[in-house]
């Protein structure tokens, strides 16, 4: 069983930054492809960003792309998000999920564990 927490979320001005975390419980993370996804209201959720149990393969959805860097600390079980160039359309709570034993995908239901989600705010 593997829980996953975010922090990071909150307001910030649109051309701001946030930078997201995602720390999970449990062993063998390096185990696990990690992706981040978001769900705006009155939306589905979307994949955003994923990579590889490593670090060394990543893609994104086109949307963030040049914007928006997934990476990874398998020493400190952790994945970030950092997202810069902020607009209100990337308003959403956000959320980090792992797919074990799994190259990086951006399919959701590969996907095993999901944390809870952080609020992201993009004000205009």
């Known amino acids: 069983q593997v829980q996953l927490v975010e922090s990071g979320g909150g307001l910030v001005q649109a051309g701001g930054s946030l930078r997201l975390s995602c720390t999970a419980s449990?062993?063998?993370?390096?185990?696990?492809?990690m992706g981040w996804f978001r769900q705006a209201p009155g939306k589905e959720r979307e994949f955003v960003a994923t990579?590889?149990?490593?670090?060394?393969?990543?893609y994104y959805t086109e949307s963030v792309k040049g914007r928006f860097t997934i990476s990874r600390d398998n020493d400190k079980n952790t994945v970030y998000l950092q997202m810069n160039s902020l607009k209100p359309e990337d308003t959403a709570v956000y959320y980090c999920?792992?797919?074990?034993?799994?190259?990086?995908?951006?399919?959701?239901?590969?996907?095993?564990?999901w944390g809870q989600g952080t609020q992201v705010t993009v004000s205009s």
């Open positions: 999920a792992a797919a074990k034993n799994m190259g990086p995908t951006r399919r959701t239901p590969l996907y095993d564990y």
């Open positions: 449990g062993r063998r993370f390096n185990s696990y492809a």
């Open positions: 990579v590889s149990w490593n670090g060394g393969s990543t």
